[in-house]
């Protein structure tokens, strides 16, 4: 597998991690996570007597995952996390690296694990390319999802973190969720995110709440 290439001056913002002249597409941090990934489960049918378990994604169109929890109980604390990804580089990468964070210095409390996000991960790799850092939104999904799944089968419903949708564009059936999903993917203008989405296309009167949308996705995760 070759990660090394030369990168012209335009496709450089993109391509390389920011802050850093290297030539390199990924940091060293990201090449171990994917070479010699932590936690990763090889067979799922030997993984017994977890207490949660969380799931994202599709093979047939994209990234999956899954992911196993232990959790100490008296401490609330996260004690093992496992995982299975279908998924590229940087994807696997940030799932090794997530299953550390969670688990170090004796494991993280619930409450901060649910508060993860993309890019505490990818802060913790040492960045990822631009166009990369949608690999490590599956992460903190499927890790809520699965904590999620321990909550209902211990009895604490009330503790469920439901995710918030909104529809933007009810004639194409498009949500903030999907817009985010297209900014995170690449999508940094309102044409990008139409090809993605159809979102504005046959309603016109909803794209200047996309296009605010779309600055506020692409300020949030890529600064």
């Not at 450089?12 to 030539?23: E, I, L, R, S």
């Not at 299953?99 to 993309?118: C, D, H, R, Y």
């Amino acid at each position: 597998m070759t990660t090394k290439k030369k990168i012209s001056a335009a496709s450089a913002v993109d391509v390389v991690p920011k802050g850093t002249n290297d030539v390199w597409v990924y940091t060293d941090i990201v090449k171990e996570h994917f070479f010699h990934p932590k936690n990763l489960v090889m067979d799922a049918s030997a993984m017994k007597g977890y207490d949660g378990l969380g799931m994202v994604g599709s093979p047939a169109c994209g990234d999956m995952m899954k992911i196993w929890i232990k959790v100490d109980k008296k401490d609330d604390r996260l004690q093992e996390m496992k995982w299975q990804t279908f998924g590229c580089g940087s994807a696997i990468a940030a799932t090794s690296m997530l299953s550390v964070m969670v688990t170090e210095n004796g494991g993280m409390k619930i409450a901060q694990a649910l508060s993860i996000k993309p890019q505490d991960i990818t802060k913790r790799l040492g960045d990822l390319p631009t166009r990369k850092i949608h690999c490590s939104v599956l992460g903190d999904k499927a890790l809520r999802s699965a904590i999620n799944n321990y909550f209902i089968k211990s009895h604490q419903k009330d503790r469920v973190v439901k995710e918030q949708v909104r529809i933007i564009d009810k004639a194409a059936n498009v949500t903030d969720h999907d817009i985010e999903e297209a900014v995170l993917e690449g999508a940094q203008t309102l044409e990008a995110v139409q090809k993605k989405t159809k979102v504005g296309v046959g309603n016109p009167e909803v794209i200047p709440e996309v296009e605010q949308l779309i600055r506020f996705y692409t300020e949030k995760y890529f600064g």
